[in-house]
């Protein structure tokens, strides 16, 4: 009940937000903006994705490593593109992450190890954004001036962020220790979860090279993906600096990570009107740019659902 109640609330968040863009925008205008597009950089946009697939595998194969796991980048390409079907193309309750955990299981057998290298692969792209973000909106008078704060909430997600790679690789490893050796009464089967999960941790500490080669995979992700979306503008002639696009995407990215929306519908629209404004760009290019970028995921998940069922008849 309580997972229908938040699928409906997100349906009517998205829909919501659709149909307030909209009534700004010239429907035929986004169209046009669409069909005029240059869909050489788009294809070469979308390519950009899969390198962005074997960095990812790269930084999974690294971390996987250090808990004496050794798989195949083939595989990893595989299991992440089956991600992007269960994230797209399923509803919610599946997700790509429960997917590629699943997939780690099957080759280490231990469903700690799991969690916690996909737990903390996940983390260490949202810290790449983060510091990305920080220095973005560093250098932005503009987008300082549009969300004020800004600079403040990102350096406190950064510290936060520190401090857990600082558990999780260094000394602070002692405070997963404290934590463990708590009895907290009623809420005990919490901790022995959260312990289970844990322990997936132990083989990271004192890993610095893996934290440097996991952080400079990450980098040199969001560093793909930001050049992805500066392809698009130029498919769509929407006239952003270049470091304008630096500025702009990691807070877009950050933000349409909010669990608010059916697979960021609408806040994806909504996020890049507002973002791309303060640069004067108009709200039908803004819409036709999110609308391609929306296609371009939902096309990967098909993808990924092929090369689901081929690995199923395999």
Known sequence: MKKTLLVTAKVVFSTSLIVWILQKADLLAIWDTIKQANYGLIIAAFVLFYIGYLIIAKRQQTLLAA????????????????????????????????????????????????????????????????????????????VREAVPGIVLYMALALLAMLTVLWMVFGSGARVIDWFQSLHIGPFGFVQRILARIIKGFELFKGRGDVLRRATAWSFLLQFNVIVHFILLTHALNINIPVLGMFIIIPIALILMLIPVSINGIGLREAIFVFLFGIYGVAVESSVAFAWIALAMILIQGVIGGIVFLFRRSG
Do not use: C, E, H
């Open 67 to 142: 808990q004496n796991i050794q798989v195949s980048i083939p595989f990893l390409l595989q299991s992440f593109a089956i991600g992007m079907f269960f994230t797209n193309l399923l509803p919610s309750t599946i997700g790509g992450d429960a997917s590629r955990m699943y997939d780690v299981w099957r080759v280490a057998g231990s469903k700690s190890k799991a969690v916690s290298v996909i737990l903390i692969d996940r983390f260490f792209g949202m810290f790449a954004l983060v510091v990305f973000g920080l220095i973005a909106s560093m250098l932005s008078t503009r």
